[in-house]
């Protein structure tokens, strides 16, 4: 039982999948290589026509799934993805997995949130977390001053104000395509742009 209680939990995080199920079929097959205890797509999992097969898979192999909207898919969406599937999507909610919290925001500042919102929703979701130690923030863009602003994209400001004042272990992000990949330190928080081929973490 004691190995069990401090057992790491494995993640496979993407993003950016924009409808492209042959890409959700390879993913499904890593997270079922990697043997993860979990897969987290933050945002813009769909495109405009495609939504067939591109959370199935992963479900096919037995995977618990947690999912976020981009600025790319419709909110509504999003939440029939999560009840057919039977997924949870975290916008604004935290789900725990022993003793690692995640919570997530999705959405793009000025399309469909504000930099206040998008603060509020992160402050939610951590205040349901706030006795874990270990948490991980999920959002589809990035953060201001980060790493993935080379891309010209300005991050946002409430996502930065969100790992300053809850410092989470991890953010996960996509959004910046070119960005994949990126790693870096905000404070104590390891901030990583999964992208489309998809991240394994272990927390």
Excluded: C, W
């Amino acid at each position: 039982m004691e190995k069990r209680k401090h057992k790491k939990l494995r993640i496979l995080a993407a993003g950016d999948i924009h409808g492209d199920a042959s890409l959700v079929k390879r993913l499904a097959e890593k997270a079922e290589k990697e043997k993860v205890d979990l897969v987290i797509l933050a945002g813009d999992i769909t495109s405009p026509i495609e939504t067939k097969n591109l959370i199935k898979p992963f479900k096919d192999k037995k995977k618990k799934v947690l999912i976020i909207p981009g600025n790319h898919d419709n909110f509504a969406t999003i939440d029939f993805l999560a009840e057919l599937y039977g997924v949870k999507n975290i916008h604004g909610y935290s789900i725990k997995s022993g003793d690692v919290g995640i919570f997530g925001a999705g959405g793009d500042i000025g399309i469909d949130t504000t930099e206040r919102e998008i603060f509020d929703i992160l402050k939610k979701g951590n205040y349901a977390l706030k006795n874990l130690k270990k948490k991980i923030m999920v959002t589809h863009i990035h953060a201001r001053g980060s790493k993935s602003e080379f891309s010209g994209i300005q991050g946002s400001s409430g996502i930065r104000k969100a790992i300053q004042k809850f410092k989470p272990d991890f953010l996960i992000h996509s959004h910046i395509h070119e960005g994949e990949g990126i790693e870096e330190k905000i404070g104590k928080t390891t901030v990583l742009n999964v992208g489309r081929q998809g991240k394994i973490i272990e927390v």
